[in-house]
């Protein structure tokens, strides 16, 4: 998982969400209601799905898994515990169907003591907060209780197919890397803007964050990969590499 930013929506949009949370109050509130009002609402959620695919992760990626291709609208509080955030901007995540559907369905595990929701948001915190990914195993240690919730609900390290694809994608950005700082320009510029664009983009700003800590950098990477990503961090401008943003590193 990586930090991302959500856009706002236009005033028209927004104003017909708003009706809609209206309708959902005045019939109960409940699921039933929530879910009713939801399967009618065809335009808004099509529009919804288009934001959510523009702010996603790589190639429109699941916002959980980073793996699989974002398909669905997933309330991050469902219907069911929130009928009345059914229509709220905030609370619409774009997931794949295996995370959707398979894994979190109506589960949104709690703070037995505070009450608070435990999974990750990644539009209102940085996942790394929460989780640290191992580049050379391609599994996630929980940093938090939260960190926690999340691995297991979205089943981040016992689904085999993300951890392998995380491990491989690790040699994938190095590779791309080398290959980058031989190219010419014109193909330089092709090898980054597939790194920009990779599954597993948590992997590549695993890959950046190294540079906070130059002698685990050098360690992990070596020092071909590591001059090669200095350069393009350079070149990308503001001590950012791609697919890195301001907020995320606030």
């Not at 209206?22 to 929530?34: E, I, K, L, N, W």
């Not at 959510?52 to 916002?63: I, N």
């Not at 983009?201 to 190294?210: H, I, K, N, Q, W």
Request: proline share 8%; hydrophobic share 40%; charged share 30%.
């Amino acid at each position: 998982m990586i930090p991302l930013q959500r856009p706002p929506l236009q005033a028209r949009l927004a104003a017909e969400l708003e009706r809609a949370t209206a309708q959902v109050r005045a019939a109960g509130p409940d699921t039933a209601s929530g879910r009713a009002a939801w399967r009618r609402a065809v335009r808004p959620k099509a529009q919804l799905r288009l934001l959510l695919r523009q702010m996603a992760p790589g190639l429109e990626r699941c916002m959980y898994c980073g793996d699989n291709l974002g398909t669905d609208i997933d309330h991050f509080e469902p219907i069911a515990h929130a009928p009345l955030r059914t229509f709220d901007w905030q609370n619409h995540l774009l997931a794949c169907a295996h995370c959707n559907s398979n894994r979190k369905r109506d589960r949104f595990p709690r703070d037995p003591a505070t009450g608070d929701g435990l999974l990750i948001d990644p539009c209102r915190e940085d996942p790394a907060d929460h989780l640290r990914l191992y580049l050379d195993s391609g599994a996630y240690d929980p940093l938090t209780a939260r960190g926690e919730a999340t691995i297991e609900v979205f089943g981040l390290n016992e689904r085999p197919e993300l951890v392998r694809g995380r491990r491989m994608m690790f040699a994938v950005v190095k590779a791309l890397l080398l290959t980058w700082r031989a190219a010419p320009p014109a193909e330089a510029a092709e090898y980054a803007a597939a790194l920009r664009e990779i599954h597993h983009a948590d992997v590549l700003r695993t890959v950046l964050g190294l540079r906070r800590s130059p002698p685990l950098a050098l360690a992990v990477l070596g020092p071909d990969v590591l001059d090669a990503l200095e350069r393009l961090v350079r070149e990308a401008g503001e001590d950012r590499g791609p697919g890195e943003h301001r907020e995320a590193d606030a």
